[in-house]
């Protein structure tokens, strides 16, 4: 049975789709089996799959409205591996749909506090909806006590937090534009250690 998360946060920007793209390339090139689904209108991932190269490792991709999602995770439940959902900032009930399926909710969080306010809906979207949530950092700054400060913020407030973080890397945008993950496009980068790191921990998770 496939572990199926659903990337999710209202704040646009906040790195939903870099780390859909970056942790399924991760999962992937380890040997996994991994199926996409775009449920963000924007369309962003979608762009992402179609200039995809065909040299690099398969990766499962389909667009679907909200109210398909379920169907659509159905089917792919039954196979092996992770189904990854990257999900619209704003349509509320599109987001509920996909968090709805999944195992697991992942929520990129920029190491901000304004940025760790703004998780608040989607917090109340998984726990009317019963499902596990895990923060997880994003566009880290390379300087600076904020990552600690917001660390130990999300600590207080008991959420549990990845122990994959992204820094904020060019690697990322860069290879987003290519189709790839920075895992393909820049194997030996600290960007790719990162989207490792995240993989395995998301592994974990899985694992129970
Ligand atoms: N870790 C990162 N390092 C550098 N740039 C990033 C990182 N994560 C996201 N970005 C950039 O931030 C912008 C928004 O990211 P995106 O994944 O599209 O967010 P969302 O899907 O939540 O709207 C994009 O330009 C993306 O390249
Ligand atoms: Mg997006």
Redesign the pocket.
Same mark, same amino acid.
């Given at each position: 049975m496939a572990f199926v998360i659903a990337v999710a #946060?209202r704040? /646009?920007?906040? /790195?939903? #789709? =870099?780390?859909?793209a970056n942790l399924a390339t991760a999962l992937r090139a380890a040997g996994t089996r991994v199926a996409l689904l775009d449920v963000?209108p924007q369309g =962003?991932l979608t762009r992402w799959a179609q200039v995809r190269p065909a040299t690099v490792p398969e990766i499962g991709f389909e667009a679907a409205a909200g109210w398909r999602v379920p169907q659509s995770v159905d089917r792919h439940r039954r196979e092996d591996g992770f189904v990854i959902l990257?999900t619209p900032?704003h349509a509320d009930n599109d987001a509920k749909l996909a968090i709805r399926t999944a195992d697991l909710v992942v929520i990129?969080l920029q190491p901000s506090m304004p940025d760790l306010w703004a998780i608040d809906g989607t917090l109340a979207i998984a726990a009317a909806e019963k499902k596990p949530v895990a923060l997880m950092l $994003?566009?880290?700054p390379a300087q600076g006590r904020l990552r600690d400060e917001v660390a130990a913020a999300v600590a207080e407030r008991d959420l549990p937090l990845l122990a994959g973080a992204? /820094? $904020?890397? =060019?690697?990322?945008?860069s290879a987003?534009g290519h189709g790839l993950g920075v895992v393909e496009q820049a194997p030996r980068s600290p960007?790719a250690d990162e989207a490792r790191a995240l993989a395995e921990a998301i592994r974990r998770e899985a694992a129970g």
């Open positions: #946060s704040k /646009g920007g906040a /790195g939903k #789709s =870099t780390v859909v963000d =962003t990257d900032p990129p $994003n566009r880290v992204f /820094g $904020n890397r =060019t690697a990322f945008a987003f960007a």
